[in-house]
């Protein structure tokens, strides 16, 4: 089962920066935090991931806290193209197989 | 960078028929993964290879399915014989296994339909 909780949807308005939280509380020190995204009848595609320092890369950023038990991903400006749902995956660490809990569903209203 | 391919892109099919849907993991990259994806269920984790070599079936539903890596370019997901509740888009995945930094790539899936 996957180890993460996330909100079932939200909205952001298209030009704003959309936050999107995720809870992993039983993450280790080594294990990765990942997150994908999902547009209507795609594969999911790969966004960003991290271990423990802030992450930042041409689709979004990541925040993670601290203590490691939660994160945020940022969409910076969204755009209507955004509209997906993002799964945060983790703990995840090398070899292990990945499972995708419910995601969050992201509309973006114009 | 063609991506993972998969094949072929929608299938319909009758319930008892065999069914065999195909993908081709990016260049280079070790680890494939099948994922079958229901709006009841979600992405659910079905098998996945390493260098080849199958390393968890335990997500594979029952008997009926089946899954091969004959070489490190092309893999089946064979399903004999196809029932209706099989329904469902298949994804295929590949990865670059090795270390932590390692994303999976998906494929466009395959929407399967049994009447």
């Known amino acids: 089962d996957a180890k993460t909780t996330q909100p079932t949807s939200m909205d952001c308005a298209e030009g704003r920066a959309a936050n999107l939280p995720c809870n992993h509380s039983?993450?280790?020190?080594?294990?990765?935090v990942y997150w994908y995204r999902q547009i209507h009848s795609q594969g999911p595609q790969y966004i960003i991931h991290?271990?423990?320092n802030n992450e930042t890369n041409e689709m979004a950023s990541l925040i993670i806290t601290e203590d490691r038990k939660s994160s945020t991903l940022i969409l910076p400006h969204a755009t209507l193209r955004d509209t997906a749902v993002y799964y945060c995956?983790?703990?995840?660490?090398?070899?292990?197989?990945?499972?995708f809990g419910t995601g969050t569903r992201l509309t973006i209203i114009p | 960078d063609a991506g993972v391919i998969q094949s072929p892109r929608h299938e319909v099919t009758e319930m008892g028929q065999e069914v065999t849907l195909r993908c081709k993991p990016i260049?280079?990259?070790?680890?494939l993964f099948w994922y079958r994806q229901t709006m009841m269920r979600g992405l659910e984790l079905l098998i996945y290879?390493?260098?080849?070599?199958?390393?968890?079936d335990s997500g594979m539903p029952e008997d009926r399915f089946s899954a091969k890596m004959p070489n490190a370019s092309f893999s089946t997901l064979k399903i004999q014989p196809s029932e209706p509740r099989d329904s469902a888009v298949y994804f295929c995945?590949?990865?670059?296994?090795?270390?932590?930094?390692?994303?999976?790539?998906f494929g466009n899936g395959t929407r399967l339909t049994v009447t």
């Open positions: 290879f390493n260098n080849n070599v199958p390393i968890d």
């Open positions: 991290g271990l423990k």
């Open positions: 995956i983790g703990p995840y660490f090398g070899n292990e197989k990945l499972t």
């Open positions: 039983t993450i280790s020190g080594n294990e990765y």
């Open positions: 260049s280079g990259h070790n680890s």
């Open positions: 995945a590949s990865s670059l296994v090795g270390g932590k930094n390692s994303p999976l790539h």
